[in-house]
Every structure is written in C-alpha cells, then in structure tokens.
C-alpha cells in the first residue's frame, strides 16, 4: 500500500479538474435554469415555469406559456416569443425582486387588435403583441417606474410606461419607448 501513495496524489488534482470542468449536472441546472412566476390579472390563472436551463429553451414550458398567454378574450393562441421571457427574467435578476410578474395582456389575436385600436389611439395597427413578441405587466412589489427604468436599461426590445394604469409595456421589437 505504500507504493499506492504516490498515485494518489496524483489522482486528487486530476479527480478536481474534472469536477471543474464538468460540474455534476444538477449544479449546473441551479446555475443556469431561468424560472418564472405569473398571475394573470384577467383569466385568474396562476404559473410557475421553467423555461430555460442547459443551454436550452424548454419546449414543454414554452407549450405551456403560449396556452396562458394566449388571448383571453377568444382563446386564439401564438407561439411566445423565448427572448421575452428572457427580458423579464432580467428585470427580475437586475432588481433582485423574484416575486409574481402579473399579466395584464400578452398574445393579441390580430381581430382583438383591430377591436382595441377601434376604441383606443394607444393601441399600434402592427403591435408586438400580434407576434407574441409583447407583454404588458407589473411585478409585485416593485414600483412599475423602476420596472420601466431596469427594462430602458437592458436595452433589449421596445419599452413603455402606463402610469396611469400601472404597468409597462415590454417587447422583442426594436429598441424604443413611449
């Protein structure tokens, strides 16, 4: 056994790089998984998800986002958008707030749309929300003017703000505000 010393010294250094270089796969999801939570404020329907980890977008949790984002006023649904999610999970890693996101509207169906900008000036004839590319929220206990200035920040898509009826406005589109 003694001849058996030398060996395995040189086994732990070796036995550590390893580890460095290929973390046990469970460590890795924890470093890397992206977790969301929603409450959406007109549907009542809650969601907590997991829509990216490894590396990758998850396409079962990205099914399940579409369905609750879809529109609630006919149920017509479109794929979302994986970078919006992204825009929200930075907001909530640069404020350290992790709390619910609420949804106020997502995926517009293009009648929806044409309903909307028949009642309202605010409302864009091509709007991101058409694409699944937009989201209006708020994310509890954080004031929605720094939800605003963390979003402008990231620079990541278009931006604005309704103070007035609390909430920002976030998309995957060019970066502008309003």
Not at 64 to 90: C, S, T, Y
Not at 165 to 170: A, I, L, T
Request: aromatic share 8%.
């Amino acid at each position: 056994l003694p001849h058996c010393l030398p060996m395995q010294k040189l086994l732990i250094p070796f036995c550590l790089a390893l580890l460095l270089l290929f973390p046990p796969l469970n460590a890795m999801e924890t470093v890397d998984a992206r977790t969301l939570n929603f409450f959406h404020t007109h549907t009542g329907q809650s969601l907590e998800v997991t829509y990216y980890q490894n590396g990758l977008y998850l396409l079962e949790p990205m099914e399940e986002l579409r369905d609750f984002l879809a529109d609630w006023r006919n149920g017509e649904k479109k794929e979302i958008d994986p970078k919006l999610m992204d825009v929200l999970w930075q907001n909530q890693k640069r404020t350290g707030n992790t709390n619910t996101f609420e949804v106020i509207s997502a995926y517009r169906s293009p009648g929806t749309n044409r309903h909307l900008r028949s009642k309202s000036t605010g409302v864009a004839q091509n709007s991101q929300h058409i694409l699944g590319k937009a989201i209006d929220v708020r994310l509890r206990g954080l004031d929605t003017a720094v939800l605003r200035d963390i979003a402008l920040e990231l620079e990541l898509g278009g931006v604005g703000f309704y103070a007035k009826n609390d909430f920002v406005h976030v998309d995957t589109g060019r970066v502008r505000r309003w």
